[in-house]
Nanobody, 120 residues
Framework: QVQLVESGGGLVQAGGSLRLSCAAS????????MGWYCQAPGKQRELVAT???????NYADSVKGRFTISRDNVQKMVYLQMNSLKPEDTAVYYC??????????????WGQGTQVTVSS
């Protein structure tokens, strides 16, 4: 069983910063892509940023230049540095990992989510 646990969410004023962390645990052979998604009230979950095991990144247009995704392959962690936050960034942020588990192969796992609220 693979578990993803997010931390670092909270309430911040517009223009402020937050750093989200996500720790993967369990019997994991390797992790391919990792990423962050967000879901605002009444909206579908959408991609924020992804990062490959080799460090290649992809960002939603709305966060380019403001957010930075990074990972630590040894510690099985992924991070999201969020700067210049806007009220429209308010959402629950979910960690996602494409993890390879012995005898089960690769599948996607989700964390429980962490709330980010940006006040104007």
């Amino acid at each position: 069983q693979v578990q993803l646990v997010e931390s670092g969410g909270g309430l911040v004023q517009a223009g402020g910063s937050l750093r989200l962390s996500c720790a993967a645990s369990g019997i994991i052979s390797s992790i391919n892509d990792m990423g962050w998604y967000c879901q605002a009230p009444g909206k579908q979950r959408e991609l924020v940023a992804t990062i490959t095991s080799g460090g290649s990144t992809n960002y939603a247009d709305s966060v380019k230049g403001r957010f930075t995704i990074s990972r630590d392959n040894v510690q099985k962690m992924v991070y999201l540095q969020m700067n210049s936050l806007k009220p429209e960034d308010t959402a629950v942020y979910y960690c996602n990992a494409d993890a390879v588990v012995p005898l089960m192969g690769a599948r996607r796992y989700w964390g429980q989510g962490t709330q980010v609220t940006v006040s104007s």
